[in-house]
């Protein structure tokens, strides 16, 4: 078991490792810490009597929307906690996820990749509600009205991106096939777009997405290089 565990997760370890080494956690990961902060800050202003439609106006999204505002609002909803999930797993996915592929991959690649995945999920809800509920992959038209937020899709996104990246192949695996126990028992919208994200960041991987040569994990930070 300790065999597997080392080849499974070494690579993701001794990357994880040299990236805290030289420059610890406050400066390796800011991106995360301003994430974690910015969902913070959302969640209480949504809950305010004065912000909450100042949130829903700055980052809520929903297919309904024109697809002009929806692709506006949606960097913005990737930090807003959804109303009906407690706060707490939104912040502990972004610190933990978040956390490791920045100091992994560098801040500029896990905003690619976050953003890419909570792109695939707000364009995918769009394409099934239009495909209509008797198709595989389609939406009722209600989901139309469904507000779609938080970091979820780009949580899952970044797991498998970085899973694939440092060799971690049967927790490349676990992430979608959990995804797809999930929409199967429960079949949603949220659960399909995390499919939809996966798909993404899947052919991402698959099109060998990797650091340009010469480049640090850090992305201009001065964390060494990763090594593959």
Not at 168 to 197: C, R, S, W
Request: include cysteine; charged fraction near 10%; hydrophobic fraction near 55%.
């Amino acid at each position: 078991m300790r065999a597997w565990a080392r080849a499974e997760w070494g690579p993701l370890y001794t990357a994880l490792r040299t990236a805290l080494l030289a420059r610890g956690p406050l400066l390796g990961a800011p991106l995360t810490l301003g994430a974690v902060g910015l969902t913070a800050l959302l969640q209480f202003v949504q809950n305010q009597p004065w912000g909450f439609a100042l949130v829903e106006a700055a980052g809520a999204v929903r297919a309904a929307d024109p697809l002009w505002l929806a692709l506006l609002r949606t960097p913005l909803s990737l930090f807003v906690p959804a109303l009906d999930l407690p706060v707490w797993g939104a912040l502990a996915q972004v610190l933990c996820v978040f956390g490791i592929a920045e100091l992994c991959l560098g801040r500029r690649r896990t905003l690619l990749i976050a953003y890419t995945a909570t792109l695939a999920g707000t364009l995918y809800a769009r394409a099934g509600i239009a495909l209509g509920p008797h198709v595989p992959f389609g939406l009722p038209a209600s989901d139309a009205l469904v507000v779609d937020t938080g970091p979820s899709a780009a949580v899952v996104g970044l797991a498998v991106y970085v899973a694939v990246r440092h060799h971690a192949h049967v927790t490349a695996l676990a992430v979608p096939a959990a995804m797809v126990i999930e929409v199967l028992l429960k079949d949603n919208l949220a659960g399909k777009e995390h499919l939809a994200a996966l798909l993404a960041v899947g052919t991402l991987c698959l099109a060998g997405l990797q650091p340009p040569l010469g480049s640090r994990a850090g992305d201009g930070s001065g964390l060494p290089p990763i090594q593959s």
